[in-house]
């Protein structure tokens, strides 16, 4: 009896470390992402430039620059970060607009099967065409490279309100 | 009640000009929360973790845009003539409900004669005929401005008498505006608040209002009908009795100077009536029912008539005569 207990005290104790761990790694990467438009500023010198600023209430026709950032605050290193975000509802990917330093960048139509710019297709009636920007609904950032503590990975793409 | 359309200047199908001209409001519907929430995976040594990002909202503002287009290409008139009326089509091309400011004005440069605004002047195609009827409902600015959701539109016919003194071929213009009611101005200007659920409303690229405008023509020439009815009953008699059959025939007769290009004759098959099929005739040869090659159709949209193509009339034409018949309910 006694020892069956001392087992279960164990096992317990196992369970905590190990919940432990998976809290620290579900914590390690904080991920945040923005929406802005380009707003036309004029500068110190009199120039006109352009600045991003919070998108916040945008009409039709719009292109909203959204990005998404990668922080690793943990003292480890994160490997195999790969960051997803769907091009948002209403919304029209920009072609050519996604970027991301130090990624290989891969879009999808359903979600599931991602493949780089340009070599997307689509299957209808039978045939097969290269996916249209309109149909593009993922994007994927996938990091060539581990993500040392404090460093951030980051990824941005435009699209337009349809 | 017969009616008749006539395209003096421009020879063309009327059917096609209503057809046209149809206006593409913008996509997302003005206050929509659009909600962008990005995902990452990745392993710390053996564990693998997935974090989901905070969720980013846009909102959709309101996008003020209107679209008015002419739906009648040219009306003829003869010297006199009072309630000619115009049709035109008022599109919300934004992307949210908004209420608009109708107005019109004849007083407009580069014709022959400036026509005079009937009282009242604008009326809603109530009835979606196209023509001016009794059922129309008068518009009174501030009272019943059209409201239209995005994408909807509304008939609007536009009145006016034509001045007595004017002469064969003479052209004499009227324009319809719609300026959206929460405001107009240059493209991009923000009314802070003003839009749906108390998003920004901004002018998009019609600045807020639309014109559009269309011309009478003086014609020397005028179509007349005369239409007369046989009744002959199912017991040999001629009473208008339910299953009596009614057979019309309608001359028309082209009367004056110059001609009348692509009339069409359209009459409507009376209430309480049926069309029998296969019965419709021009100057005595049948003409077929369905909308093909021949210059005759019955057609149940928007409602049961007959329509006839008669094509260039002059005097030279002569009375062109066409018969169909109907039975009744």
């Not at chain 1, 097969?128 to 994927?140: G, K, S, V």
């Not at chain 2, 009794?134 to 401005?145: F, K, Q, R, T």
């Not at chain 2, 005028?222 to 009815?229: E, G, H, P």
Request: with cysteine; net charge negative.
């Amino acid at each position: 009896m006694f020892k069956g207990t001392m087992k279960f005290v164990i096992a317990a104790i196992a369970c905590t470390f190990a919940s432990q761990a998976f809290a620290q790694a579900q914590n390690c990467i904080e991920l945040k992402t923005t929406g802005q438009v380009e707003k036309e500023v004029v500068n110190d010198k009199g120039e006109k430039t352009k600045v991003l600023a919070e998108a916040g209430k945008v009409v039709p026709g719009t292109e909203v620059v959204w990005t998404v950032t990668a922080n690793n605050v943990c003292k480890q290193a994160t490997d195999g970060v790969v960051m997803t975000n769907p091009v948002p509802e209403h919304m029209t990917l920009v072609t050519g607009s996604a970027i991301g330093p130090g990624s290989d960048i891969t879009f999808s139509v359903d979600g599931k099967q991602f493949a780089p710019a340009g070599q997307l297709t689509v299957t209808e009636n039978g045939a097969t065409r290269p996916a249209r920007a309109e149909e593009i609904r993922h994007i994927r950032w996938q990091l060539k490279s581990s993500l040392q503590p404090g460093a951030s990975a980051m990824g941005r793409f435009r699209a337009v309100l349809n | 009640m017969v009616h008749f359309s006539r395209l003096l200047a421009v020879a063309g199908v009327f059917s096609l000009a209503l057809a046209s001209n149809q206006a593409h409001a913008v996509g997302a519907p003005a206050g929509t929360n659009i909600d962008n929430t990005a995902v990452v995976t990745y392993s710390v040594g053996t564990v693998t973790a997935t974090t989901t990002s905070n969720p980013t909202t846009v909102t959709v503002a309101e996008i003020l845009d209107v679209v008015v287009t002419l739906q009648t290409p040219n009306v003829p008139v003869v010297p006199g003539a009072t309630q000619q009326e115009m049709l035109y089509r008022v599109t919300n091309a934004g992307n949210g409900p908004e209420a608009f400011l109708l107005t019109m004005t004849s007083a407009i440069g580069g014709d022959d004669f400036d026509p005079t605004a009937a009282a009242p002047s604008i009326y809603f195609d109530t009835d979606a005929s196209g023509d001016l009827s009794p059922g129309d409902v008068p518009y009174v600015a501030g009272s019943n401005d059209p409201l239209l959701n995005a994408d909807a539109f509304v008939g609007v016919l536009v009145v006016n008498d034509i001045p007595t003194s004017v002469g064969d071929g003479d052209r004499g213009r009227s324009s319809l505006t719609a300026a959206a009611r929460t405001g107009t101005g240059t493209a991009g200007f923000e009314y802070a608040g003003a839009g749906v659920g108390g998003t920004v409303a901004v002018v998009g690229t019609t600045e807020g209002d639309g014109v559009a405008t269309g011309e009478y023509l003086v014609s020397g020439i005028s179509l007349d009908a005369a239409k007369s009815a046989t009744v002959a009953d199912q017991f040999g008699g001629t009473r208008p009795i339910p299953g009596a059959r009614i057979n019309y025939s309608i001359v028309v007769t082209a009367t004056g100077s110059g001609s009348a290009i692509s009339t069409l004759f359209s009459d409507a098959i009376p209430a309480n009536t049926t069309y029998v099929p296969g019965t419709l005739t021009l100057n005595s040869v049948s003409l077929s029912d369905g909308t093909d090659a021949d210059a005759g159709e019955f057609t149940t949209t928007p409602s049961a008539r007959v329509r006839v193509q008669l094509g260039t009339l002059t005097t030279a034409s002569g009375p062109q005569t066409i018969q169909f018949a109907v039975t009744i309910n």
